[in-house]
């Protein structure tokens, strides 16, 4: 059983005495020890893992962890250990070194360092170091993970790393490194440069293949694309937040022999510029947005034969046009979004195993209008915020009518054809998502995602937006989620009724005053009807809905508190914009009240109902009374009638006798 002992936060300002003396872990956090000596921790000889992060340690006896032969994980974090300038003395057994947040400075480093021949990570993150040296690290051979991160380092000697033959994973982010030049370190596979003033990065050529598998030089000062030599092994370059304009692979270049950097207000003239060496055989992921791009070369992705992912988005690109075999064919995600795309051109075959396609936040208009028919795997395409139009479902009459799994006959005649000003969105069955939020959509013709099995549809912000009856029809099936929200829309052709499976409805932000959505075997679950013009909802789909809906919103409309009955049916549904849905008594249009308060709506039988009735309600019980005061008369009239008959009668009856 392993023994632990947590320490942690207990204002204490010594070593504890009487813990178990078998503990393996031993956590003394956040507590007021400021000094540590050999005999303090000599009892505890078994322990593995020590925590003395956050204690305001200034003070530590060379040799306090020397005898420490099971100790493998040390953090001294976050302390003030650049008031101990003799270090640690021998740690010889210590496998992890935390020493991150201590003001540590050159020169001070290197006495923490001795004797640590069996350490293989070590954080050196968030101090004050501004160089290494060759004899920096010449005290843990054995390192491989080393993180440096968030310290003003400006300048790295030659040969700073030739200690450290097995480091594989380096951390420099957050420094002041301005070049990398000639990178030599042929067995590092994951190196961060990311938030420096890097403005080119190259790589030395090797007899020796580089391993380099992991590259983050993103939030930099790069101009152009880091060259690397032919035979490279990298997966993962992150580029994002430079000043990548073009692709000429033209960086001044300082001519050194390790990972070097220079800081320098007059940079000598560079060499002329070595051969164009942008080939990654390897790479699988790209991450090039909020850079300067504006064009790309043809056959740059020629140079990237396996990449899977693709990030060109927040850059100045205005065109981007793909010809079969132009290097992509194993690419699955490719973001484009927030660029200044007019042109779109994706020849058939040239994304065969794409299936994610940002787009949003371009200028398209005029795209061809099958220009995304031809991507056969594509799953989820976002194209918001553009000027698109939808093209209809273009089906000629020998096609037929009958809607795929419906058995409703349709007629289809008339369905447009497509245009060069439209884009089609039909017969493209492998893509589930599609995103068209904020195009200046005017229409959506009958038929525009026929044969598409989407599952989620947004046409929200589209204002003025009309929709054809048979607008959605093939998507009776696979419709879970739909967005009509902000689009205007006065009425709904759309029979919803006809969707068992969806799940979401967003109508906000409209004028409708009636819907109904939910037929045999409904399954809504989610309801936004808020800003739009219902006076009532109605109880039979309401009723229908009970089972499945969970939540709903209703604030902005202009509800008839004397036609509330429909509340009943929202038992068991949580509205979501409660306390701000309000309602309006007819005779009274301009005093609010809360719809869902146990006062506000009184029912028909309340005397502000029944003073301030609705048309239809009066027109009924006046023609109620009417029809009631009309038969009153007419039996009083028959019966005085016959009362008065009955009476001659008998007078004459008694005249004949006298």
């Known amino acids: 059983m392993q023994m632990e002992a947590f320490c942690q936060d207990r204002d204490l300002q010594r070593i504890p005495k009487g813990l178990p003396l078998d503990i393996r872990r031993l956590n003394l956090s956040v507590n007021r020890i400021q000094s540590l000596t050999i005999d303090n921790l000599t009892q505890y000889s078994s322990v593995h893992y020590l925590n003395l992060r956050s204690n305001g340690l200034e003070f530590v006896q060379p040799g306090t962890f020397t005898n420490l032969s099971r100790l493998e994980v040390l953090d001294l974090a976050d302390n003030f250990l650049d008031l101990s300038q003799r270090g640690l003395g021998s740690i010889p057994h210590l496998r992890r070194l935390e020493l991150g947040g201590n003001s540590l400075y050159n020169g001070v480093v290197e006495a923490f360092l001795q004797g640590a021949l069996q350490l293989h990570h070590l954080s050196l993150a968030r101090n004050s170091l501004t160089k290494l040296t060759a004899s920096t690290f010449q005290g843990c051979p054995s390192l491989t993970h080393l993180d440096l991160q968030h310290n003003i380092i400006i300048e790295i000697e030659s040969g700073a790393f030739s200690s450290l033959p097995n480091l594989s994973t380096l951390d420099l982010a957050m420094n002041s490194i301005t070049c990398v030049v000639n990178f030599s370190l042929t067995q590092l596979q994951v190196l961060n440069l990311s938030?420096?003033?890097?403005?080119?990065?190259?790589?030395?050529?090797?007899?020796?293949?580089?391993?380099?598998?992991?590259?983050?030089?993103?939030?930099?000062?790069?101009?152009?694309?880091?060259?690397?030599?032919?035979?490279?092994?990298?997966?993962?370059?992150?580029?994002?937040?430079?000043?990548?304009?073009?692709?000429?692979?033209?960086?001044?270049?300082?001519?050194?022999?390790?990972?070097?950097?220079?800081?320098?207000?007059?940079?000598?003239?560079?060499?002329?510029?070595?051969?164009?060496?942008?080939?990654?055989?390897?790479?699988?992921?790209?991450?090039?947005?909020?850079?300067?791009?504006?064009?790309?070369?043809?056959?740059?992705?020629?140079?990237?034969?396996?990449?899977?992912?693709?990030?060109?988005?927040?850059?100045?690109?205005?065109?981007?046009?793909?010809?079969?075999?132009?290097?992509?064919?194993?690419?699955?995600?490719?973001?484009?979004?927030?660029?200044?795309?007019?042109?779109?051109?994706?020849?058939?075959?040239?994304?065969?195993?794409?299936?994610?396609?940002?787009?949003?936040?371009?200028?398209?208009?005029?795209?061809?209008?099958?220009?995304?028919?031809?991507?056969?795997?594509?799953?989820?395409?976002?194209?918001?915020?553009?000027?698109?139009?939808?093209?209809?479902?273009?089906?000629?009459?020998?096609?037929?009518?009958?809607?795929?799994?419906?058995?409703?006959?349709?007629?289809?005649g008339g369905v447009p054809q497509p245009s060069s000003d439209c884009l089609a969105f039909h017969g493209m069955r492998t893509l589930r998502y599609l995103y068209l939020k904020d195009n200046g959509i005017q229409s959506v013709p009958a038929l525009a995602f026929l044969h598409t099995p989407l599952s989620v549809l947004d046409l929200s912000i589209n204002p003025g937006l009309r929709l054809h009856p048979t607008s959605l029809d093939g998507l009776e099936v696979t419709l879970t989620r739909l967005?009509?929200?902000?689009?205007?829309?006065?009425?709904?052709?759309?029979?919803?009724?006809?969707?068992?499976?969806?799940?979401?409805?967003?109508?906000?932000?409209?004028?409708?005053?009636?819907?109904?959505?939910?037929?045999?075997?409904?399954?809504?679950?989610?309801?936004?009807?808020?800003?739009?013009?219902?006076?009532?909802?109605?109880?039979?789909?309401?009723?229908?809905?009970?089972?499945?809906?969970?939540?709903?919103?209703?604030?902005?409309?202009?509800?008839?508190?004397?036609?509330?009955?429909?509340?009943?049916?929202?038992?068991?549904?949580?509205?979501?914009?409660?306390?701000?849905?309000?309602?309006?008594?007819?005779?009274?249009?301009?005093?609010?009240?809360?719809?869902?308060?146990?006062?506000?709506?009184?029912?028909?039988?309340?005397?502000?109902?029944?003073?301030?009735?609705s048309p239809e309600w009066s027109r009924w019980n006046v023609l109620g009374l009417a029809l009631a005061c009309a038969a009153f008369l007419a039996a009083a009239i028959l019966g005085t009638y016959l009362l008065w008959r009955r009476k001659v009668g008998l007078l004459f009856v008694h005249h004949v006798k006298a």
Not at 267 to 282: A, D, M
Not at 504 to 528: F, K, M, R, Y
Not at 566 to 587: F, S, T
């Open 195 to 412: 938030r420096n003033s890097i403005e080119s990065f190259q790589v030395a050529d090797s007899v020796e293949e580089h391993q380099l598998r992991w590259l983050d030089l993103s939030t930099n000062n790069l101009l152009h694309l880091p060259l690397f030599p032919h035979r490279n092994r990298l997966e993962h370059l992150d580029l994002s937040r430079n000043s990548i304009q073009d692709f000429s692979g033209r960086p001044s270049t300082l001519d050194t022999e390790q990972l070097d950097t220079a800081n320098r207000t007059q940079p000598p003239t560079p060499p002329p510029p070595p051969p164009l060496q942008v080939y990654f055989p390897k790479l699988l992921h790209l991450e090039m947005s909020y850079n300067e791009i504006t064009a790309l070369p043809p056959d740059l992705f020629l140079r990237m034969p396996r990449l899977v992912f693709l990030n060109l988005s927040n850059n100045c690109l205005d065109d981007f046009s793909l010809e079969a075999g132009a290097g992509l064919d194993a690419l699955t995600v490719l973001d484009l979004s927030s660029n200044s795309l007019v042109n779109l051109t994706l020849a058939p075959g040239s994304l065969p195993h794409l299936r994610l396609l940002y787009l949003q936040e371009n200028r398209l208009h005029s795209v061809p209008h099958n220009a995304f028919r031809g991507l056969h795997s594509l799953y989820i395409l976002s194209l918001q915020s553009n000027s698109i139009s939808i093209c209809g479902g273009g089906l000629g009459p020998s096609e037929g009518g009958l809607e795929p799994g419906s058995g409703r006959s349709r007629g289809l």
């Open 483 to 613: 967005s009509l929200r902000g689009n205007g829309l006065s009425s709904l052709p759309l029979d919803l009724a006809w969707f068992p499976g969806l799940r979401v409805l967003d109508a906000s932000e409209n004028h409708l005053s009636e819907l109904v959505v939910g037929g045999p075997g409904a399954a809504l679950e989610h309801l936004q009807l808020s800003n739009n013009n219902f006076q009532a909802l109605g109880q039979a789909w309401l009723g229908r809905l009970n089972a499945t809906l969970r939540t709903l919103t209703l604030q902005g409309n202009p509800f008839n508190c004397c036609q509330a009955a429909w509340l009943h049916c929202l038992e068991r549904v949580q509205v979501l914009d409660r306390p701000l849905v309000q309602c309006r008594y007819p005779g009274n249009k301009e005093e609010m009240h809360r719809l869902f308060d146990s006062d506000s709506h009184l029912g028909p039988a309340s005397g502000l109902c029944m003073a301030s009735s």
